[in-house]
């Protein structure tokens, strides 16, 4: 089944305790992409990657880190997480890493929790 | 800069009734994709559709129909006789065909759609 792998789908921690969401997708899609999801603002961009080794900031990439070393995983690490980082979480990918168009698949979602 | 607004934060409706969800965009690119995702209570996000902006069609897949008028840079969705299955959040988002946003998704805030039986 095609499909975009997140974990853990649930996550509370403490501050400044570092972690990683772990995405992965079966689809070999060359983009792959996080989003942030907080009440009243929608869902805004932190880190993309349009091939392996070719990461880029979003819209909102303070305070997160990404990696891609292979075109199937694309994890989020959070060096120090603070509160303002308790979100809702996806991963994304999508065919084209140099097109616009080409829909995005989403992952199941990470509620992340940071006391 | 491109962006996406959805003016209505939360429609409530009843069964068998019909809705619009409306959604007005901005974007200085002649070419550009828009795209309707709904979030039931579960979380995930679900795809439903992408229009090109060379292609006005309306469309219709089912209950659910789009509305496309480059004139007033809207992509209004509807949805008729609703079902409480439709109870969702939807937004609706853009991207454009290239530059710096390479795939970004720019979302509206979200509807909230409450169908009740």
């Known amino acids: 089944e095609a499909q975009v792998t997140q974990n853990p789908r649930y996550l509370i921690t403490v501050t400044g305790k570092k972690l990683t969401v772990t995405c992965s997708q079966n689809?070999?899609?060359?983009?792959m992409s996080w989003y942030r999801q907080d009440p009243g603002l929608g869902l805004r961009q932190i880190y993309y990657?349009?091939?392996?080794?070719?990461?880029d900031k979003g819209d909102v990439p303070e305070g997160y880190k990404v990696s891609r070393k292979e075109k199937r995983n694309f994890p989020l690490i959070l060096e120090s997480p603070s509160p303002n980082q308790t979100s809702l979480y996806f991963c994304?990918?999508?065919?084209?890493?140099?097109?616009?168009?080409?829909?995005?698949?989403f992952g199941p979602g990470t509620r992340l929790t940071v006391t | 800069a491109q962006k996406v607004t959805q003016a209505q934060t939360e429609i409530s409706v009843v069964e068998k009734e019909d809705v619009t969800l409306d959604c007005v965009y901005e974007?200085?690119?002649?070419?550009?994709?828009l795209f309707w995702y709904k979030q039931p209570p579960s979380g995930e996000l679900v795809f439903l559709i992408r229009?090109?902006?060379?292609?006005?069609q309306n469309e219709i897949s089912g209950r659910y129909s789009w509305n496309f008028q480059k004139s007033t840079s809207s992509f209004n969705f509807t949805i008729t006789a609703s079902q409480v299955v439709d109870s969702a959040v939807y937004f609706c988002?853009?991207?454009?065909?290239?530059?710096?946003?390479?795939?970004?998704?720019?979302f509206g805030q979200g509807t909230i759609l409450t169908v009740h039986p």
């Open positions: 994304a990918s999508k065919l084209s890493g140099t097109s616009g168009s080409y829909e995005q698949y």
């Open positions: 689809m070999n899609h060359e983009y």
């Open positions: 990657s349009m091939n392996v080794e070719v990461t």
């Open positions: 974007t200085r690119d002649t070419t550009y994709y």
């Open positions: 229009r090109n902006s060379f292609d006005e």
């Open positions: 988002a853009l991207s454009v065909a290239g530059g710096t946003s390479y795939g970004k998704l720019t």
